[in-house]
């Protein structure tokens, strides 16, 4: 079980930051072994890329519009995945939703993903 929080309203230019922990058999044991990655998405739009995180080296993907702005980071220890979210967009303004895959590609396509956690809502108000 995947289990997003930290989500709020926060103004423009502010910061956030979200956090998703790992629960149950399978990441007790093997949460390590998944690459973790972060999706949004809003009424308009379908559920997009965001970033994601290597397992163990912690190498990092982003989507292009958030690059610069947004960190993913990992504690393997806690089975917890993180992202950072700063310099806020309105346009940033969706549900976002961690997700586990075990796939080879990186950036975890929609298909590669194993596990979906359950979105917490970002408002960033302008």
């Known amino acids: 079980q995947l289990q997003a929080s930290g989500g709020g309203l926060v103004q423009a230019g502010g910061s956030l930051r979200l956090s998703c922990a790992a629960s149950?058999?399978?990441?007790?044991?093997?949460?390590?072994?998944?690459?973790m990655g972060w999706f949004r998405q809003t009424p308009e739009k379908a559920r997009e890329f965001v970033g994601a995180i290597s397992q163990s080296d912690s190498s990092t993907y982003y989507a292009d519009f958030v690059k610069g702005r947004f960190t993913i980071s990992r504690d393997n220890a806690k089975n917890t995945v993180y992202l950072q979210m700063s310099s806020l967009k309105p346009e940033d303004t969706a549900v976002y939703y961690c997700?586990?895959?075990?796939?080879?590609?990186?950036?975890?396509?929609?298909?590669?993903?194993?596990?979906w956690g359950k979105g917490t809502l970002v408002t960033v108000s302008s």
């Open positions: 149950g058999r399978t990441f007790s044991t093997y949460f390590s072994t998944y690459r």
């Open positions: 997700a586990a895959g075990s796939g080879a590609i990186p950036t975890i396509p929609y298909f590669a993903v194993d596990y």
